[in-house]
């Protein structure tokens, strides 16, 4: 009976947290607004990555920053001089629809193109958790080992697009990113994956084109 519980209540759980991601989805959509939720680990690139689209893509685009302490993202996102909500999670290790929804008011969803959300680092607790973005990014890097993919399978088959990150440093950390790049696909072979080098400039325009595209076509 105890583990039964369990089970209707984490179904309980994601279909509250399904139906509330409806509704800030249909929030996204009502005013034209294209969200993206970047999922990855501490270390990865999120933030990295989050800055260059900002600085590098066309169209106004408004950040909310998710963390256990999201002060330190947020600011960084803010220097960029776009709209920026901090969302402290304290001891959750993800975000959900929910506490999406409650900052959803501090945005000023009428002067933005694209809402970027940052989830909180790592590639366990968000899998099951729908925002109601329209993409979920997944940005690894090869610095997390080149078994990552594998070890975190359930993550990759959320995405909508898979970045490979700080690939100029593979060959110092031993990791193979062909290795990656391949686990990627043997787990969602319909997926796009891309390598960069944030630091280097390598792939930024390809990660732009994709995130393009992929609002064009839903």
């Not at 220097?79 to 900052?103: I, M």
């Not at 490979?164 to 990656?180: L, Q, R």
Request: include cysteine; proline fraction near 2%.
């Amino acid at each position: 009976m105890h583990k039964v519980a369990e089970i209707e209540v984490q179904h309980n759980i994601m279909k509250a947290n399904k139906k509330l991601a409806d509704k800030n989805q249909e929030i996204f959509n009502g005013n034209n607004v294209f969200c993206v939720d970047f999922v990855g680990a501490i270390g990865s690139g999120k933030t990295s990555l989050i800055e260059d689209l900002i600085d590098n893509m066309d169209g106004s685009i408004g950040v909310i920053a998710g963390d256990v302490i999201s002060k330190f993202d947020a600011g960084r996102f803010e220097r960029h001089n776009v709209p920026v909500v901090g969302l402290n999670t304290g001891k959750e290790c993800h975000l959900d629809a929910h506490l999406v929804e409650h900052v959803l008011d501090d945005m000023p969803m009428d002067k933005i193109d694209y809402l970027f959300i940052e989830n909180v680092g790592n590639l366990i607790c968000p899998v099951d958790f729908d925002l109601g973005s329209h993409m979920r990014i997944v940005v690894i890097s090869v610095s997390e080992g080149d078994d990552t993919v594998e070890k975190h399978p359930l993550i990759f088959q959320s995405a909508d697009l898979v970045i490979i990150n700080k690939v100029d440093i593979a060959d110092a950390v031993g990791a193979d990113s062909e290795k990656m790049f391949n686990d990627v696909h043997d787990i969602n072979p319909e997926v796009e994956v891309i390598k960069t080098s944030l630091k280097e400039g390598i792939g930024l325009d390809k990660v732009i084109l994709a995130i393009e595209n992929f609002k064009n076509n839903i």
